[in-house]
């Protein structure tokens, strides 16, 4: 049901500008509360209404602050769609960020990738993902080897892609208006729509290996 997320109040942003730099003890003790409930909770309330709209994004994490002052700077989510396959959305002052990743992979994900990408039906339908994400502004990254992988040869096609052992799709969704009210929950749909064929690719193709 709609209606829990209203928006990241406008102060949010203020308490994320106090913890810029190398906040002390102090300064993040007296932010904590508000940080909770201004920036953590709304990020918890919009992943709510998100999974109500499909139950593939039900399995949703929302961090903590931990020690290190960027995870006090940044309020990071993820929701998980596969084994090392996920959505990720980041809050900071810059305003809110999304991505598609499959990355930290499992031993034999890897290969598994590969084997995809080198097939002619299943590569060409990554390779035309991939260059519509380009098209509609996402930065396509990952870890990237300097060199094609042994045993693929070194003139394939989709060298470019073989050689990936993650591969992320991201952009930012930007830090206007927006973002303090309702409509910050159809932003993210529809950039999760934009990135729903890469990682239903990647949950097809790139299983856990037993």
């Not at 109500?52 to 949703?60: G, I, L, V």
């Amino acid at each position: 049901m709609r209606g829990q997320f209203t928006g990241w109040p406008e102060q949010a942003m203020d308490v994320l500008w106090q913890l810029q730099g190398e906040p002390t003890h102090a300064v993040r003790e007296r932010c904590r509360a508000d940080r909770e409930r201004l920036v953590r909770q709304p990020m918890i309330a919009l992943l709510n209404e998100v999974a109500d709209t499909d139950p593939r994004y039900e399995d949703f994490s929302v961090w903590h602050y931990r020690t290190d002052s960027w995870w006090w700077q940044h309020q990071s989510a993820v929701i998980r769609l596969g084994r090392k396959i996920e959505i990720g959305l980041r809050l900071a002052l810059d305003g809110l960020r999304i991505q598609g990743a499959w990355w930290y992979p499992d031993p034999g994900q890897v290969d598994m990738f590969r084997k995809a990408v080198a097939s002619e039906g299943s590569g060409r339908e990554l390779s035309a993902i991939v260059e519509d994400l380009r098209r509609k502004g996402y930065d396509i990254s990952g870890d990237v080897m300097k060199r094609p992988p042994r045993g693929y040869p070194t003139n394939h096609s989709r060298t470019n892609l073989l050689r990936h052992r993650s591969l992320i799709a991201a952009r930012p969704l930007g830090c206007e208006g927006w973002l303090h009210t309702p409509e910050a929950v159809d932003r993210v749909l529809s950039a999760a729509a934009d990135l729903d064929a890469l990682l239903m690719w990647l949950v097809r193709h790139v299983k856990r290996a037993d």
